[in-house]
């Protein structure tokens, strides 16, 4: 393997030790079915957005959402028309360009859960190939999402996501 490979992988495994607690970990005053659900939402998220179905991926967010990107130092945020028009456009050029993402995610911990409000946190390392190629690291990030049960369903209102390395993001049209 190579030493870029080492590097993210070591910064990887630094981040699953980033801060988390802010109630108890072992806490069971939570509705299981609920939990179960956000944790699909979660699930499909990533899996959605790779495989680049990126109608059922925005159906996961609130029509309010918010959407943040931390990325080298850089804070970029947008709502919900903005953002799905830069993951449509950017999704399309790494499908027309033979590209594939994978996020690998682990160690999602919820913050808190009610009745009819979650928050959790994530880390991921993302990977990349083109053209059927070896997978490469594109770097590590860190995941923080906010849900709210609307209409009985699950839907991410916020979702952060903050990069250790330099990743290549061109501020999207709108982004603030």
Known sequence: MNSSFHTLLLTWLT??????????????????????????VISSHFLLLDSNQIDAWIANYADKAIFVAVISGKRYESDRPVFEKFFRDRFRTFRENGDQRRHLVSNIFFVDQTVDSAHIKANGLLLTTNNGGDPQPVGGLTYEGWFEKLNGVWKIVKWVVRGD????????EGMR
């Open 15 to 40: 981040l699953s030790s980033y801060a988390i607690a802010q109630s108890p970990s072992g806490k069971t005053d939570f509705n299981v079915a609920d939990r179960l659900a956000i944790q699909n």
């Open 165 to 172: 390395t330099n990743i290549e993001f061109e501020r999207p």
